[in-house]
């Protein structure tokens, strides 16, 4: 028998809830660099920064799709520089340090590259397997910061916004190594956040779950028959977008967060605040695995 599954919303009209300003944008005559940038929360959070006028230095492997986001921010007056590389490649902090440094520094650097892919019992795992896992969420991350930091701290200020997952603030059974990276990424947020501040450079992250994204397609990969499954899973009732990261990374990256450096902002739909807890109905709810018919 062939499943059918759930299909998902229309994108939002907007990159952005926020209200945005035309004649002093949040953002505006800020240079922000986003990697990961052509699809999913990379993705969505360029297109938030650029809507609220930054400047944006787009990173990706994948030419095509980042052309694709390059081009629908340009319609809100920003035209992004774009540059096709792998963030994990010990030539590119250069290279988008330099692209940065062409348009007066990058006061925004948004480290968003991660990968997430089900690796199976750590017993089963690699050396080899621990080295990707550690270059595609932690290594790039202080690599790309290591680049950019210093021009943030010479000009007297600056953000970098990390992206690390709710799976490195609790236990990921099948994916221990992958954890453990985004543990780090939320550790090493939290200690050079206290290094920096004297320097006018803050440094936050974002936890993410749940988002309908191409490598976590949560609509595509939930079958029809548990659709109504989806507002017990996740308390806010819905699958995450990208644009709910575009919106909190606006948030810790503006002044309307001046006061906030060193923390970890959950954009999970409130799954971590009920973890193992289900909701049975509009009253009940139950931790106890039960099948679903």
């Known amino acids: 028998m062939s499943r059918r599954y759930l299909q998902p919303p229309p994108e939002p009209e907007l990159p952005s809830s926020l209200p945005r300003s035309a004649d002093a944008p949040l953002l505006g005559g800020r240079v922000a660099v986003v990697s990961g940038a052509a699809r999913g929360i990379g993705a969505g959070i360029a297109r938030a920064l650029g809507y609220h006028g930054a400047t944006l230095v787009l990173v990706d492997t994948d030419e095509a799709a980042l052309a694709a986001t390059a081009a629908g921010i340009a319609a809100f007056g920003v035209s992004p520089a774009a540059i096709v590389a792998d963030v994990t490649a010990s030539g590119t902090p250069g290279l988008v340090c330099t692209a940065a440094d062409d348009l007066g520094g990058a006061d925004i650097l948004v480290n968003n590259v ?109 079958d029809e028959r548990y659709s109504d499954h989806v507002g017990k899973w996740v308390p806010a009732g819905r699958f995450g977008h990208p644009r709910d990261h575009g919106d909190a990374a606006v948030f810790l990256v503006s002044d309307q967060s001046a006061f906030v450096t060193g923390s970890t902002l959950r954009v999970d739909g409130g799954t971590l605040a009920a973890p193992g807890w289900f909701r049975r109905d509009a009253k009940r709810f139950t931790n106890l695995p039960r099948p679903l018919g």
């Open 114 to 222: 991660g990968d997430f892919r089900p690796d199976g019992p750590f017993l089963d795992s690699t050396p080899d397997g621990w080295g990707r896992m550690f270059a595609l969420n932690l290594g790039h991350v202080l690599a790309m910061t290591h680049a950019l930091l210093p021009g943030m701290v010479e000009r007297g200020g600056g953000n970098v916004l990390n992206v690390s997952s709710v799976e490195g603030l609790r236990g990921i059974p099948g994916n221990a190594v992958y954890g453990a990276m985004k543990a780090a990424v939320i550790s090493f947020t939290a200690s050079l956040a206290a290094e920096v501040g004297q320097h006018g450079v803050r440094v936050n992250a974002l936890a993410p779950d749940f988002t309908d994204t191409p490598q976590t397609p949560m609509w595509a990969s939930t």
